[in-house]
């Protein structure tokens, strides 16, 4: 059974930080690529950070940029989204999710046009000034 288990998400004030990780099973993690999402009430979901399969590329949206850092670890299946300076507008729900990629190649551009097989169930982020 494919399982995305996102953990780490809290009620944190502005300016402070959070780390999240999203550990995954049933699946050959080595061979996809993992990306954050988010989606806020009453917004659409937003691609917020992606990382190919051996860490070789990385990209972030631009309100992200400079304060949240993705990365992972395939020995233990699990991805993880550093989240400094939050700002209440970074409310949402975050999730995980896995897309088939096993190139070493990624580019940022790719993201909006990725189709993802497999998605966590959630982790609230709060952020009150």
């Known amino acids: 059974e494919v399982q995305l288990v996102e953990s780490g998400g809290g009620l944190v004030q502005a300016g402070g930080s959070l780390r999240l990780s999203c550990t995954a099973s049933?699946?050959?993690?080595?061979?996809?690529?993992l990306a954050w999402f988010r989606q806020a009430p009453g917004k659409e979901r937003e691609g917020v950070s992606l990382i190919s399969s051996t860490d070789s590329s990385t990209y972030y949206t631009d309100s992200v940029k400079g304060r949240f850092s993705i990365s992972r670890d395939n020995a233990k299946n699990t991805v993880y989204l550093q989240m400094n300076s939050l700002k209440p507008e970074d409310t949402a729900v975050y999730y995980c999710?896995?897309?088939?990629?096993?190139?070493?190649?990624?580019?940022?551009?790719?993201?909006?046009?990725?189709?993802?097989?497999?998605w966590g169930q959630g982790t609230q982020v709060t952020v009150f000034s």
């Open positions: 049933g699946f050959t993690f080595d061979d996809y690529a």
């Open positions: 999710a896995a897309d088939f990629w096993p190139s070493t190649y990624l580019a940022g551009s790719y993201f909006p046009n990725m189709t993802f097989d497999y």
